[in-house]
């Protein structure tokens, strides 16, 4: 897989995963390009087409179009699989996964995407084990926000800095 996107049907960008090198102008053109072709596309038309040198498999889920483009002699099926995989998952983190969860919670779109994909492959094909890595992160992270928060209570509450230079304030003449 070279990239994937979520963007929805207004054409707003809502997630981008690049799997090989691309310059950000190079990044700019292809996506405003394949989001122009993939909404420009009728409802009952094939999800599978050829776009410069790479074949691009897409799904909408409510407002959301997901995106792959990738090497010309991958399998569009299981792409396909893939992105339903990613959406069931989105689905079980989130319950009923919507654009504004994908808005809000960005950084979780991307580890889920991350635990399940890397490099542009299949790092864990098992929902079980993919949540339970992000589960297992997420009670890591609520351990240190909560670590930090009673360090910070047992210092009272306030960082000490040590007091600087005083300076005069200007007055008016």
């Known amino acids: 897989m070279r990239f994937m996107l979520l963007f929805s049907r207004q054409g707003k960008l ?11 102008k190079e990044r700019k053109k292809m996506v405003r390009e394949l ?4 909404l420009a596309r009728k ?7 050829e776009w410069r040198d790479l074949k691009v498999v897409y799904k909408r889920y409510a407002s959301l179009y997901f995106c792959c483009a990738i090497e ?9 699989e893939l992105i339903h995989r990613y959406v069931e998952l989105l689905d079980k983190y989130f319950g009923s996964v919507c654009e504004l969860d994908i808005i809000f919670n960005f950084e979780k779109a991307y580890f889920i995407l991350d635990e399940f994909l890397m490099g542009g492959d299949v790092q864990d094909t098992s929902k079980k084990s993919v ?8 009670l890591l992270q609520e351990v240190r926000t909560w670590d930090s928060e009673a ?8 960082d ?4 600087g ?9």
């Open 43 to 49: 409802p009952k038309m094939c999800s599978f087409l």
């Open 131 to 138: 949540l339970k890595a992000i589960e297992q992160a997420d």
């Open 35 to 38: 989001m122009q072709v993939v």
């Open 151 to 158: 360090e910070e209570e047992s210092r009272g509450g306030v």
């Open 72 to 80: 010309g002699q991958d399998n569009e099926l299981i792409t396909l």
């Open 160 to 163: 000490t800095l040590p007091a």
């Open 14 to 24: 809502r997630l981008q995963k690049w799997y090989l090198a691309t310059s950000d």
């Open 165 to 173: 230079p005083s300076y005069p304030l200007p007055t008016s003449t």
